[in-house]
């Protein structure tokens, strides 16, 4: 079993739809949580950044911890084309040399 | 901003050519990592160093050594290419230990022939 799991998709919604991310992991001392976005043929760049439980809200971007249930998610409000991207999960226990694990990605596409 | 450089986007080599992907970031972080990324694989880690001329094995090491002779700079080195190293290469730098967050490069595109 991998330690971070997610669905690579694809996953197709229309403009304006709400879209929910998720990743579940096995590590239960995990406490930094990311969300890169890479675009086609470019490198991953950071979406949001949380730290241990809780939400955090940065535009249209939600991102949620659920340390109890083990379970990140990412929610995407008013869906755009420019969102359309692979979205990967990542994170990292505390003073483990920063290291970072990630889930394979998932490739959503926004239809206009 | 962050600004983590590779020295090529797209590369063509032979099988067996020595090959150097260089990596520069400019915002004195302490750690470097190099990925790969192949489809229905995700990202991979290859090596990674937290310090000048220190480096640690990642999960995929074989084939591959690196070098950081000084600390904005980290090389990745392919000593006789292949073609299973056909890949996106990725590198990517974050602050310290406790400041996880990982900003990447652009990628190099390797194609082996």
């Known amino acids: 079993q991998k330690e971070v799991e997610q669905d690579p998709g694809p996953l197709s919604v229309p403009e304006g739809a709400i879209v929910s991310l998720n990743c579940t992991y096995s590590?239960?001392?995990?406490?930094?949580f990311m969300w890169y976005r890479q675009y086609s043929r470019k490198g991953p760049e950071l979406l949001m950044y949380?730290?241990?439980?809780g939400n955090k809200e940065d535009g249209r971007f939600t991102a949620q911890v659920d340390k109890s249930s083990k379970y990140i998610s990412l929610f995407i409000r008013d869906s755009q084309p420019s969102d359309s991207a692979t979205y990967l999960c990542?994170?990292?226990?505390?003073?483990?040399?920063?290291?970072?694990?990630f889930g394979q990605g998932t490739t959503l596409q926004v239809k206009p | 901003d962050v600004k983590v450089t590779q020295s090529s986007r797209y590369l063509v080599k032979r099988t067996g050519e020595k090959v150097f992907l260089e990596c520069v970031q400019d915002m004195d972080h302490e750690n470097m990592f190099w990925y790969r990324q192949d489809p229905g694989l995700g990202l991979r880690l290859i090596y990674f160093s937290y310090d000048v001329k220190m480096k640690e094995k990642g999960d995929i090491p074989e084939g591959y050594s690196v070098s950081r002779e000084k600390k904005e700079r980290f090389s990745l080195i392919l000593e006789s290419a292949s073609t299973n190293q056909t890949s996106m290469y990725l590198c990517a730098s974050s602050l310290s230990v406790g400041r996880e967050t990982q900003y990447f490069g652009p990628g190099t595109r390797l194609l082996v022939l």
């Open positions: 949380t730290y241990s439980s």
């Open positions: 990542a994170m990292s226990a505390s003073g483990n040399t920063g290291k970072l694990i």
């Open positions: 590590n239960s001392a995990f406490q930094y």
